[in-house]
């Protein structure tokens, strides 16, 4: 199996997020991807190479134009204004405060406007590496376009919580969502998403609810109790053209494989039902029992079941890397997904 990556993502290392009242360092960090990368070295499951630049212009048919002109202008704003430390947002527009008014001119006012948390810090080298993410993303899926059956984008920043035209959850840019979008501008009729991420893939449910040429299905936690809390619920199917593909199975804390398992044979039925053309797999494995900030209990062999369940859908699959932030288990897990689809695909 390809793997593609790039050393770029270092240059995204934020220093805190705003956890429980307190800042802290943040879980996101470098060392996730560099341990992932070392295990897929490690079990010599392929080439890895580094991407390819296809621009800005796949990026624009997915995230609002300002929005992309804000991230890519922000950090230089925010040190000329003598800052040298991360950008966090302060204020927010809530509920009853104007959301569909004048965007604001001054970077705070922005910040609060793009962001909905506090735990997508921006540094001096966020936006180099969320770039080099979303290419590295699409140089998978040309890899698959060009008659591969599968292919593992080694992302970093993640971004399956970055909507159109917001960012949070540690996401900016939603590479799952790029790719996706790449496979249908390319000729493709249906393209399928499944999110196995512990944390709702909030961002790729609003990028296609309405839309259906993409069916999305996430395995999460509830989010009556679990980040981000405000969308990812049963009863959210999709809106007008879209209503009936979007499938959300919320899991309550403590789930194991067994209950989980369940959840990933109907996705897989309804996937397979649909008949896309592609599968694009958000691959968080926060969904392991000692991640610090979830409250699944799947164990590492449990990966290579899960990759074995995804290939017996038969479709060329392009997995995203995601969440994950037990560092050290990190390419153990992610790494068996590969393994569990490769072995069961041959």
């Not at 010599?44 to 804000?70: N, S």
């Not at 969502?177 to 893939?201: E, N, P, S």
């Not at 369940?262 to 958000?282: E, G, H, Q, T």
Request: proline share 5%; glycine share 10%.
């Amino acid at each position: 199996m390809l793997t593609v990556y790039s050393d770029d993502h270092r240059l995204h290392f934020g220093q805190s997020e705003l956890v429980d009242g307190k800042l802290q360092p943040c879980f996101e960090m470098p060392s996730r991807a560099d341990t992932v990368l070392a295990r897929v070295r490690q079990q010599e499951i392929g080439e890895v190479i580094e991407p390819k630049d296809f621009g800005l212009e796949p990026i624009l048919q997915v995230h609002d134009a300002a929005y992309v002109e804000f991230l890519k202008g922000a950090w230089d704003r925010w040190a000329a204004d003598g800052h040298s430390c991360d950008m966090l947002p302060s204020t927010f527009p809530a509920r009853r405060l104007r959301r569909d008014g004048p965007i604001p001119t001054a970077l705070h006012g922005q910040l609060g406007h793009y962001c909905f948390d506090t735990e997508a810090p921006i540094t001096a080298g966020t936006w180099q590496a969320v770039y080099s993410s979303a290419q590295v993303a699409l140089t998978a899926q040309d890899h698959i376009r060009q008659g591969a059956n599968t292919a593992f984008a080694l992302c970093r920043p993640p971004g399956h919580h970055a909507g159109s035209d917001f960012m949070g959850g540690y996401c900016f840019f939603n590479n799952a969502a790029i790719v996706t979008q790449a496979f249908l501008d390319q000729g493709a009729k249906r393209v399928a998403i499944l999110d196995v991420d512990y944390h709702h893939g909030n961002g790729t449910q609003e990028l296609f609810y309405e839309r259906s040429d993409v069916l999305f299905a996430s395995i999460h936690g509830d989010p009556l109790v679990e980040y981000p809390y405000y969308l990812g619920h049963a009863d959210e199917r999709g809106e007008g053209e879209g209503t009936g593909f979007n499938h959300n199975y919320p899991l309550p804390h403590g789930t194991g494989w067994d209950g989980w398992s369940a959840a990933l044979d109907d996705a897989c039925r309804k996937i397979a039902a649909y008949a896309p053309d592609a599968l694009v797999i958000s691959l968080g494995v926060d969904t392991y029992k000692d991640d610090p900030i979830s409250k699944f209990k799947l164990d590492s062999p449990d990966y290579i079941r899960m990759g074995q369940r995804i290939a017996a859908l038969g479709l060329p699959t392009l997995f995203i890397m995601e969440g994950g932030y037990a560092v050290e288990a990190i390419g153990v897990n992610a790494v068996n997904v590969l393994q569990g689809y490769e072995g069961a695909a041959r």
